[in-house]
C-alpha cells in the first residue's frame, strides 16, 4: 500500500464509521465536537485513561484502548481517535508516543512512517475534523474563508472543534481552505499571544487554560474544555431603549465575572445606539452544565427576553479512570 493509499482508506473509514453512527446528525443537534469517547463506547471498545509512561495512547489486542491522563483533553481526543482508527483498520495493536502529535502538526511526508501508523493518522484528522464540521461551525459565526487567515478567528473555531490550534490549522490546509503559506503564519502566531490579546488585561495566573469568546452567535451551543478555562462574552446591548443583558443566570451557575463593562462607540455614532457588553467570567472547578443570559429591560423580570444566550458546558477536563459515562449518546444504527 502507498503512503497515498493509506491515506485514503484511513480517511474513507473515518467516514463510513460516521455515518454508521449518525456522527454528523448528533454534532449538528448539540452544535459541539465530534464525540470521539462516545464512538469507542458505541463499537463496544473497551476503553480506560491511565497515567502512561512516554506514551499518549495504545491500541491492544482484543481490541482495547488505553489513553494516558497526562495530556490536556484535545491531545486525549486526538490520541483516542488515532487508537480508534487502529481499531476501525483492524490493525493488531500499536503503542504511540508523541510522534503522532509531532506529525499531525507539519503535514509533510518527511519522516518514514509505516503505512498503518499514516492510515491512522488520516483516520483521526478526517474523524475529529471533517470539512463538514469546520464548515458548520463557521456558518454559525458568519466567517468566511478570508476569516481563516485571521489566528483568532482559527483559535475559536479549534476550541468548538475540540481540537488543538495546530491541528485546526493543518485541517483548514488539508481542506484546501487555506493554503500552505497561511497555514505556517498562522501556526507562527504564539497561542500565549492570542489569549493576552482576547483577555485584553483581565490578569490570569498562566496562559494554559483557553479563552473563549462568546457571542450571540453561540447561542444553543455546546461548550467543552477545562476547568480552569476563561470565557469573554461580547454582547450588544440596545442601552437606549433600556434592554440590558442579565449576568444573573452567569452568577447562578458558578461563574466569577472578572470583569464587566461597556465598549460605547465613538460620538460620531448616533447616541442610544448599540454598545458591547464586555464580560470576562470563570468557573475555577470542573463542572457540566449550562447558563442563560438574556436580554431585557430590567424592570421587566418576566415576559419573553428581545434576545438570549443558552450554552451548555462541559468543563470537567481532561478524561482520568474511565470514561465518564455521560458520553454514551452515540449509537450504531442497527
Ligand atoms: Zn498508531
Known sequence: ?????????????????HDRLGVRRQVEARAGSVDVFGAILALGTPLI???????????????GIMISTERPLPIQRFTGAHELG?????????????????????NSGDTVVSELEVAADSFASAFLLPKWLLQMHARRQGWNRASMADPHIVYQLSLRVGASYSATCVALERHDIINETTREALQAKPR????????????????????WLLT??????????????????RLEEQGGAGYLWTTSGLIDSGFAILRDRREV?????????PVTRALTARRTEPAKGSFSLELRRPWLKTGTPLAALRVAYDLQGKEVGMP?????HLRLAA
Open 265 to 273: 462607540p465613538p460620538p460620531t455614532v448616533a447616541v442610544g445606539g
Open 49 to 63: 485513561f491511565r497515567p502512561l509512561q512516554g506514551l499518549l495512547g495504545a491500541c491492544l489486542p482484543g481490541p
Open 192 to 211: 500565549r499571544t492570542i489569549k493576552a490579546e482576547l483577555l485584553d488585561g483581565v490578569e490570569v495566573d498562566n496562559f494554559f487554560p483557553d479563552v
Open 324 to 328: 465518564r459515562a455521560t458520553r454514551r
Open 1 to 17: 500500500m502507498t503512503r497515498r493509499e493509506a491515506i485514503l482508506e484511513g480517511a474513507q473509514s473515518a467516514a463510513r464509521l
Open 86 to 106: 487502529h481499531v476501525a483498520l483492524g490493525h493488531d495493536s500499536s503503542l504511540d508516543g508523541d510522534e503522532i502529535l509531532r506529525r499531525i502538526g507539519h
Open 216 to 233: 450571540e452567535r453561540d447561542e444553543g451551543s455546546t461548550i467543552e474544555g477545562q476547568p480552569d478555562d476563561v470565557f469573554v462574552l
